[in-house]
């Protein structure tokens, strides 16, 4: 790995600038769920250790660039408090003194998203020392993540360092074999992560509404089934590079159907083959499920991205719930290496009670997304400088 920890740095006397994620939700001016602020602990607790002091930089909503004062940080220093248990100074313009000083919202300045040098800059006189440990804003070529990185001393935080390890262990450094799972709604979202991944994976399980678009292009019936029709061509494509590849393509055998999509809905599994025209695919049935285990069973690793139905509604949650338990209970018997992330897969995944149980589960989204993708993310490669 090219970049440094916060092993590496002296902090004695000196304050770090520490880039953290703590875009939390808010209801009546209290935080609802402290699950990224929890996360920023450790990496403030180390550097407090080693004698330094805290400036913590974050964006909060989005502002675009002008002051919105129902967008200010303020609001998350109660919660800041309780995880650190300690004051925590709040600083418009991060100039306060104190142990752990959090300023204000960085996307208050129209400098932030434009990474403008100056406003990195005038940031950078803040401290002594960059610590990114926000890998969900890392996509991102912001003044706060990307061109303050490059005028101090820079390193990954705590959290940051895990996730880019763990993300290194599934896909740049893996144990062969490597089984994929991408699933969601559309493959006109997934196009990039197939092409990345069909090189790098063993085989892919194909799940969710982009199933179906595989399905109707192998000429199988998906009835009023959500379907990228125009997109056939291109899943044919994929299924020839796979092949090519030597990369296998896991398609549902069987699916459940229904007339409407709705909690509780009078459903039935049939072939995959076998879709009525006046139904919808919401899930992949048990044979699927069976045959997803049988992966999992062989593989080493595994990186999971996206359902395997509409997992929202009950029963149709019942694929990715069994395969989500499945792989869960491998990596608690130390046969797998499994690490997920995405919106919807956290979502999912913490539903079924297995997120726990993975080795690791990114919260990042759309960061997660790019580096499955294959693409450079700004703000780990300004640290790698």
């Given amino acids: 790995m090219a970049w440094k ?5 002296d902090f004695a006397g000196k304050r770090a600038l520490v880039r953290v994620d703590i875009n939390v939700p808010i209801e009546a001016g209290r935080v609802t769920d402290t699950t ?70 960085t996307r208050f300045h129209p400098g932030e998203e434009k990474n403008d040098p100056d406003f990195a800059a005038s940031l950078a006189k803040l401290g002594d020392i960059y610590v990114n440990d926000a890998f969900s804003a890392a996509h991102r070529a912001h003044a706060s993540t990307e061109a303050i990185a490059r005028l101090l001393p820079a390193c990954a935080g705590r959290l940051m360092a895990e996730e880019l390890g763990a993300l290194e262990k599934a896909l740049a450094h893996p144990v062969h074999p490597v089984v994929a799972v991408v699933g969601g709604a559309k493959v006109s979202t997934k196009l990039d992560l197939l092409g990345n991944l069909l090189s790098k994976v063993d085989a892919i399980v194909i799940g969710g509404g982009m199933a179906n678009t595989f399905l109707a292009a192998e000429g ?66 048990a044979q699927s499920v069976a ?34 338990l499945h792989a869960a209970e491998l990596t608690v018997e130390g046969k797998l290496l499994s690490v997920a992330g995405g919106g919807d897969t956290v979502a999912a995944l913490n539903s079924s009670g297995a997120a726990a ?29």
Avoid at 241 to 253: D, I, M, T, W
């Fill in 5 to 9: 920890t916060l092993d590496d740095m």
């Fill in 36 to 105: 990224r602020i929890d996360r920023i602990v450790p990496t403030v607790k180390d550097i407090l250790a080693k004698g330094g002091r805290v400036l913590l930089l974050a964006h909060f909503g989005r502002p675009k660039g002008k002051v919105v004062p129902e967008m200010s940080l303020k609001v998350t220093v109660p919660a800041l408090e309780a995880a650190l248990g300690q004051p925590v100074v709040f600083s418009e313009d991060g100039t306060a003194e104190g142990e752990v000083v959090l300023m204000e919202n």
């Fill in 220 to 285: 199988k019936p998906v009835g009023k089934s959500l379907c990228e029709h125009d997109l056939a061509d291109t899943a044919r494509e994929i299924m020839a590079k796979a092949k090519a590849q030597g990369c296998e393509l896991v398609l549902p055998v069987d699916v459940v159907v229904a007339r409407e999509f709705k909690a509780g809905a009078e459903c039935e599994t049939v072939a995959a083959d076998a879709c009525p025209e006046d139904a919808m695919i919401l899930d992949a049935g």
């Fill in 291 to 324: 045959e997803v285990a049988e992966r999992f069973n062989a593989a080493k690793t595994l990186v999971w991205n996206g359902p395997l139905g509409a997992f929202e509604i009950p029963p149709f949650n019942a694929a990715t719930d069994a395969a989500a």
């Fill in 357 to 385: 149980k993975f080795s690791y589960v990114s919260t990042a989204g759309g960061a997660f997304l790019e580096w499955l993708e294959g693409k450079t993310l700004p703000g780990v490669a300004a640290l790698e400088g």
